[in-house]
């Protein structure tokens, strides 16, 4: 197959939403879920994001990159203000609704209501769980980054409270995300289930590696 | 279906191995391809990377988390060293052989000898690219930034040059990378193909969401 080769000098000179488009499904697969937070005045709010990732598992850290566009500055707001927010999977059953979350609705408006989600109180937890998700995750704010080079914002978070179908977790403690129908993304809007090809032992020098399925 | 409910202090008290798999599958799909680097003493590195994401796209960076472990120390003295690094995109049938790449080999055993992937050098980058991978980025480093609070490092990088096929590369700047057949993983060692759900147009309120396909 021939490739098409696309430089510095081209990424620079594209227009903004080709650029857009090109460099944010050129980065592989995605994360992607829904995150709710409470604001200070009690309103909820639910907004889709694919800029999660994992950054340490002891003491349990993801990061999540905010850009300073409007959809996302309600989160990021709450976040800031309360401490408290919810990573809720998205499986296709609600693909649709949680595309839609990411539509400009003025601040105050709730996307929950708006799309027909379900918003969902558990334990000590201010923010909202969605309910139609089947792995939920809690998270507590520990830290702010500034990247000053794109101006975006780096918020870390430990994960203080896991929901998971009972039989998505394996007694590795690995959660099969897939067969909890978790899905994923490429570039801005594009959705994708996953089919596992499998799970392969730690590799070591010499050593053949081989399925644990 | 009944849910397993892990709290702050469940997750904690685990073993050391389970809790890496709980959290690095909790965390959702992810971007997994193989870094490319070469020494300052002109020895060629590959491995395998799970924590690459989009940082942002004008410019186009891409942000890259670094534990302190053995077999990641290679790559991150290398791109420190010389600047240069490539990503490239990982399909089917080069999974078990980028898996591989995650071995501790000994500093200067070169992966792609030992994995029989081939490095492959292309204009005036001197980090080598994988000739099998469809997709492969050159990336130039730009920053670090140390994560004081689980001592990871932050590597952010800009898009320098880029490598598709053709076919892949569609009108408004979106590569399907699903029929690039790159992959996604899960937790360590669990790796997936994809299938489409739809592409979706972008949200406005009050109006309904359609297919873009």
Known sequence: MEKTIIDSEAIRS???NERVHLINSLCGFKSVSLIGTQSKEGNSNLAIFSSLFHLGANPALFGL?????????????????????TLNHI??????????????????????????????????FIAPYVTESAVQIG????????????NTILIIGEVAQI?????????????????AESITCSGLDSYHTTQRIDRLS??????PIHSIL
């Open 163 to 179: 929901y998971v179908p009972e039989n998505c977790l394996l007694p590795d403690g690995f959660i099969d995300i897939e067969k």
């Open 91 to 124: 499986h296709p059953g609600i693909v649709y609704q949680a595309h839609q979350t990411s539509a400009r609705y003025a601040p105050g408006v709730s996307e929950f209501k708006e799309t027909g989600l379900t918003e969902e109180y558990k334990d000590y």
């Open 139 to 150: 998270m507590i704010f520990k830290e702010r980054i500034d990247i000053s080079i794109n």
């Open 202 to 207: 730690y590799a070591k020098p010499d050593l």
């Open 65 to 85: 990159i905010f850009r300073p566009s409007p959809p996302e500055r309600d989160t990021l707001r709450n976040i800031l203000d309360t401490g408290f927010y």
């Open 14 to 16: 594209m227009n903004k």
